[in-house]
């Protein structure tokens, strides 16, 4: 800790000297400013790029200096100085998408590019699907296609969500001291056909991200604006219907646009009891340009679902044929969950290099829960299924102010910011009931309070080909919890402070490969009813380090590698289902990330990933130490093709490997390969048709295992095994898509 704090010490007090400046700005053809354009002076090899108003400065320019600038989805432009004194404005067209123009420097943000790539390549369908979008993050639904998914990275059995950070527009998505789970992340609010753009990080390096960033984070950002209006159709097998409306409403304004979105689903899925499931979404966003260079957003939205769930089912029933792998146990399981989100966000310019960034949000969720895991083990009378139910307000705001310093012999880039979360729960309740209507007793009950307060400071020292990047962030939390199954009326309330020191490294050596090195410390808060209980860790830490490359062999090939290693504190953990705390030890993973984007022309895109992850508790003997649930080994890939004589279309696969189901893996989860197939036909310039088929080769996989102690009804003992929800078959769909 304290040489983290040296050296960020150490850099911050080197900054000396200002040179001679060149100001340039690039727009496109409606004239809106264009952000991460690389900027390169082929004259003296320096580099930048364009901050979010467009903005780019360089020191020791020269007339007659020729600088030549790249976008992934732009054609590249070259121009030669011919004055110093006068700012320069460059308008850049769009075009196909081109790995060729994508620069390598210390400063690319190679995710966020890979992500647009793979997003005009290969577009997602579902909200399910944005999240596999992701490197190495997988997922896991097991329950009718309402509940959050599961989710796998880097050696963690995420849960729902407890240790990677996802924000939407800048919303939150994590929900603290959640019913069901910690951190618990329900995207399903989301339209896909508006996501623009999704950054993601892996392990905890990033200042600006805080609570349940420890495994990565992941930002989705919406469109500013939507090039057509469009309504489109899909239906397809197990009842299923989708119907998707954009609406495009103040045209081609070059300051302001304006539109809405919605969709609708309904699916009764593959299972022998329908899920009956339906979801709604709205969606609407206003952004406008104001004179003084101010950018401002509005965002509305409102999502509701309700389903029913056939659970997880043990894997002695099928294979004695008492049920299918679609069948049930106890099919009352589902629930039904709703959301409203209301944000504003400004970026304002304060001069050619500095502008201020502020967003600030409100949400109104509501979520019951009813499940069985268990199913006669605990009553077997009534039997075990429980409710988890919540109703909760989150709002906040964060402010960040970024600016941009050139000096003689090095650039710097400063961010710093300040917020506050705050999530408040009603009636949060974990309950056993009877046929979903009646609650034989509260196991939990009351109202949370959870108060997050944070800062941060991010910095980056550019010396030419070498970027140091210290960053530093304070996290403070205030909790508060009136349980309402106590006798008395009592706030049982405490608090924690967190400084959390980050410290990164690049070099580019050429524009060809860039190396890097990442350190920091992150966390995941744990659950209000958890650190209210004496001598329980309340934010515990995780320190990770990566070192990897990017290499660009060719203009049409991209590698990117890592080795990483994450070490966990002991903490302890509130395990929503039972209303019970267990503490998780001290643990270790390491592992390595391989991906790969390769485009053969201007049609043909081909992507890969492949991730191994070792990972292990610290504290239990050698052959006890496996962590449940871990993936060992994750890979995906395809291949893509993109407007290509009116065909677009992908074929895309997905590999889990076999993990540990238990400490000692005595009890293995099954690993799977599933391949999904995607193809559009455009047939005019508004009506393009398309068929889409997920498990083509109709595998049986299965989605989701656990291994779990149950007993049914007519069984004199438990038995422990896994349990599982099985994994979707052939299922087709047809698409039809009018433009207008």
């Not at 991010?458 to 006798?487: C, H, M, V, W």
């Not at 390969?673 to 398309?690: A, E, P, R, V, W």
């Amino acid at each position: 800790m304290k040489l983290y704090f040296y050296l960020t010490t150490t850099i911050l007090c080197s900054i000396f000297g200002y040179s001679q400046k060149f100001n340039g700005k690039v727009i496109d053809a409606f004239g809106n400013s264009i952000a991460d354009v690389y900027v390169y002076n082929e004259s003296t090899e320096a580099h930048a790029h364009t901050n979010e108003f467009g903005n780019f400065t360089f020191s020791n320019v020269t007339i007659n200096d020729t600088f030549k600038l790249t976008k992934l989805g732009y054609k590249s432009i070259n121009f030669n100085v011919s004055q110093l004194d006068k700012k320069v404005v460059l308008t850049m067209e769009e075009e196909i998408f081109k790995l060729s123009e994508i620069t390598l420097s210390p400063n690319v943000n190679i995710n966020s590019n890979i992500m647009k790539m793979d997003l005009t390549t290969n577009p997602v369908n579902s909200s399910q699907e944005i999240l596999k979008k992701v490197p190495g993050l997988f997922i896991g639904q097991h329950a009718g296609g309402g509940k959050a998914e599961q989710l796998f990275l880097r050696g963690f059995d995420i849960d729902h969500g407890t240790d990677i950070a996802i924000t939407a527009d800048g919303i939150p998505v994590n929900m603290v001291s959640h019913a069901h789970g910690q951190g618990y992340a329900d995207l399903h609010f989301v339209i896909p056909e508006v996501i623009n753009k999704i950054d993601f990080g892996k392990g905890p390096y990033t200042a600006s991200k805080g609570n349940f960033a420890t495994a990565g984070y992941v930002d989705f950002v919406s469109k500013d604006k939507l090039n057509e209006s469009k309504i489109s159709l899909e239906v397809g097998q197990f009842n299923t219907i989708r119907t998707v409306g954009l609406f495009d409403l103040l045209g081609n304004s070059p300051k302001s646009n304006a539109y809405i979105a919605t969709e609708y689903i309904v699916t009764d899925g593959p299972f022998e009891s329908p899920q009956n499931f339906n979801r709604f979404n709205l969606f609407g966003k206003y952004t406008t340009i104001l004179e003084n260079q101010t950018k401002l957003s509005f965002i509305g939205s409102h999502f509701t679902s309700k389903w029913d769930a056939s659970g997880q089912i043990p894997m002695r029933l099928v294979n004695d044929g008492t049920i299918s792998r679609f069948g049930a146990v106890d099919d009352t399981e589902g629930g039904f969950t709703s959301r409203t989100n209301l944000a504003f966000s400004m970026d304002k310019m304060i001069d050619e290099n500095s502008f201020v960034k502020t967003n600030a949000y409100f949400s109104k969720y509501d979520f019951t829960l009813f499940s069985n895991f268990t199913f006669f083990l605990n009553d077997p009378v009534n039997g075990d299924q429980i409710k988890q139910n919540e109703n909760r307000t989150l709002y906040g705001f964060n402010t960040e102010y970024s600016t941009n310093k050139v000096f003689t012999n090095y650039n710097l880039k400063i961010q710093s910011g300040v917020g506050v979360k705050v999530n408040s729960t009603k009636d949060s309740e974990l309950s056993h009931t009877l046929n979903r209507n009646t609650v034989l007793n509260y196991i939990q009950y009351g109202d949370i309070e959870e108060s997050n307060f944070f800062g941060y400071i991010n910095t980056n020292f550019q010396f030419e080909k070498f970027t140091i990047n210290p960053g530093l962030r304070l996290e403070y939390f205030k909790f508060n919890y009136q349980d309402k199954l106590a006798s008395t009326y009592k706030t049982l309330s405490n608090d924690k402070a967190k400084i959390l020191p980050k410290l990164n490294f690049s070099y580019a050596q050429n524009e060809k490969i860039v190396y890097f090195l990442k350190t920091g410390l992150g966390f995941h808060s744990n659950d209000t009813r958890v650190v209210l209980q004496e001598d329980k860790e309340i934010l515990p830490s995780v320190f990770g380090a990566d070192l990897g490359t990017i290499w660009k062999p060719n203009s049409n090939l991209i590698i990117n590698t890592a080795i990483w290693s994450l070490f966990s504190n002991q903490e302890f953990v509130y395990v929503g289902d039972e209303g019970i705390v267990e503490p998780s030890g001290k643990s270790r993973r390491i592992g390595a990330d391989l991906g790969i984007r390769y485009q053969l022309n201007d049609f043909v895109f081909f992507d890969f990933d492949a991730n191994y992850a070792f990972a292990r508790s610290i504290d239990e003997p050698n052959g006890f130490d496996y962590i449940p649930l871990a993936p060992n080994f994750t890979s995906t890939g395809g291949i893509s093709i993109k407007n290509y004589k009116k065909f677009s279309g992908n074929m895309q696969y997905r590999f889990l490997g076999d993990r540990p189901a238990n400490e000692n893996n005595s009890v293995v989860a099954n690993g799977y390969f599933i391949s999904d197939l995607s193809l559009n036909y455009q047939i005019n310039k508004s009506i393009q048709i398309g068929v889409i088929v997920n498990n083509v080769f109709d595998t049986k996989w299965n989605e989701t295992q656990f291994l779990t102690e149950s007993q049914l009804q007519t069984e004199s003992q438990s038995v422990e095994e896994i349990h599982f929800t099985p994994g979707t078959p052939f299922f087709a769909k047809i698409k039809m898509t009018y433009s207008f």
